[in-house]
C-alpha cells in the first residue's frame, strides 16, 4: 500500500504491529513553513489503509526512530530525535486514536542519534543510540531505560576508550539487553567494526563479540533464536554481512567498556491539555497543578508570547487563543511546569 504526503517530502523510518493487525509508523517529514523535518507518526489498519497521521516539531530537524505498541497503557511509545530542543532525546505517548498522551525530553546537549526502542514482557522500555556528551568528539552508545508506567528512571553513556554507537536492541528471555553497532574499542587503530554486547539492564557490565577487519563496518540489525543464536545484519567492507554468533564464544568485557550513568533529566511536560473543537481552546485539570492562573503563558515553539483567555469551571480550566492557531507545537507554562500543548 501508499498513500501520499499532504506536504514536503518525508521517510518512514520503522513500524510495528498493533492490536488487531493495526501497523504503527514513525519517521520525519518536512515542514510546510521551512526546510526543517518534524517527527511523523501514523496508523494503518490491518489492510494497510491510512487512519491517521500526525506530526510534531519546531524550527529544527527532528526525527521519529522508534516504535512499539506498549500493551500497559494502550498506546504507541515513540523515541527519537527532537533538536528542535537542543538535542533532547524524545519519548512519547500516543493512543490507537492519535491522541498525545504523555512525553519526556531527556536532555543530552550532543544526542546525535536515538535509534531504536523496544519493549521487554514487563513493559518496561529500552533505547540506543549514539552521543558524544561524555567523551566527545568520539561517540559513546546512549542508553535509556523506563519504568513499567514510562517513566525514565536511568540513562547514560555506554563506551570504551574509542568511538562507538548503538544501533540495534533486543530485550531477551534471560532479561539482558543485547546491542550492536559500531566499536572501535575492540580493536583500537583499526576502522570501526560490527559488534554484539550482551548486558544486564542496569547497564552495569556484559560480555560481547567483535568482528575484526582492517575495513568499516556497522551492525544495524539483530535477531535472537530461541536457541540462544545470535544474527547481526549489517555493511562490511563495502558488502553486506550476516554474522552468526553462538551464546557460549561472548568475552567478557574486561574493562573494556563502562557506563556512565544519569538520574537528572528535563520532564518536558507530564499529561498533555486536551483540545476542546467546541471552544477552540486548551482544557487543563487544575487538581494539584498548583498554579496561579495569573502566572500562565501561552507561547509557541519559538517562544513567542501568544494572547489568549480563560474560563475556570470546577475542576478545569480552558485556556482559549485570542485568534486562531496553525495547527502544530505550543506550550502552556506558569512559574513551576510547562505544558507541551498540541493543536490538531
Known amino acids: 500500500m501508499e498513500f501520499p504526503v499532504f506536504f514536503g517530502s518525508s521517510s518512514i523510518k520503522r513500524s510495528s504491529i498493533g492490536p488487531q493487525g493495526k501497523i504503527g509508523f514513525v519517521g520525519y517529514r518536512t515542514s510546510g513553513q521551512n526546510n526543517s523535518s518534524d517527527i511523523w507518526i501514523g496508523q494503518l489498519d490491518s489492510l494497510g489503509n491510512l487512519e491517521w497521521e500526525r506530526t510534531l516539531g519546531g524550527p529544527l530537524n527532528d526525527v521519529g526512530h522508534g516504535i512499539r505498541w506498549h500493551s500497559g497503557k494502550q498506546a504507541w511509545a515513540i523515541s527519537g530525535d527532537f533538536e528542535t530542543s537542543s538535542y533532547g532525546n524524545y519519548l512519547a505517548f500516543i493512543d490507537g486514536q492519535g491522541q498525545w498522551l504523555k512525553d519526556s525530553l531527556i536532555s543530552d546537549a550532543n544526542a546525535n542519534g536515538n535509534y531504536v526502542l523496544e519493549i521487554d514482557d514487563a513493559g518496561r522500555i529500552f533505547m540506543s543510540g549514539e552521543s558524544t556528551t561524555n567523551s566527545g568528539p568520539a561517540f559513546d552508545i ?191 507554562t506558569s512559574k513551576k511546569w510547562r505544558l507541551k500543548a498540541f493543536k490538531p
Open 142 to 332: 546512549f542508553l535509556v531505560s523506563t519504568s513499567t508506567q514510562g517513566d525514565v528512571n536511568r540513562w547514560g553513556y555506554f563506551g570504551g576508550t574509542g568511538t562507538e554507537a548503538g544501533f540495534s536492541l533486543i530485550c531477551t528471555p534471560d532479561d539482558s539487553l543485547l546491542v550492536s553497532g559500531y566499536s572501535t574499542s575492540f580493536y583500537p587503530g583499526l576502522p570501526i567494526n560490527p559488534y554484539i554486547i550482551k548486558m544486564d539492564k542496569s547497564f552495569s557490565g556484559g560480555r560481547y563479540s567483535s568482528l575484526n577487519f582492517p575495513s568499516i563496518g556497522i551492525s544495524y540489525g539483530l535477531l535472537l533464536r530461541p536457541n540462544g543464536e545470535m544474527y547481526a545484519s549489517g555493511s562490511l567492507n563495502q558488502r553486506h554481512f550476516i554474522w552468526k554468533v553462538q551464546p557460549d564464544s561472548l568475552r567478557d568485557l574486561e574493562g573494556r567498556f563502562s557506563a556512565l550513568l544519569q538520574t537528572d533529566m528535563l520532564k518536558l511536560n507530564s499529561d498533555f491539555p486536551v483540545w476542546n473543537r467546541g471552544l477552540e481552546a486548551w482544557e487543563i485539570n487544575r487538581s494539584g497543578a498548583n498554579f496561579s492562573e495569573a502566572d500562565l503563558q501561552l507561547l509557541d515553539i519559538r517562544g513567542t508570547q501568544i494572547p489568549f483567555s480563560f474560563f475556570v469551571d470546577g475542576e478545569k480550566i480552558s485556556l482559549q487563543p485570542r485568534y486562531a492557531l496553525q495547527v502544530g507545537l505550543y506550550f502552556i
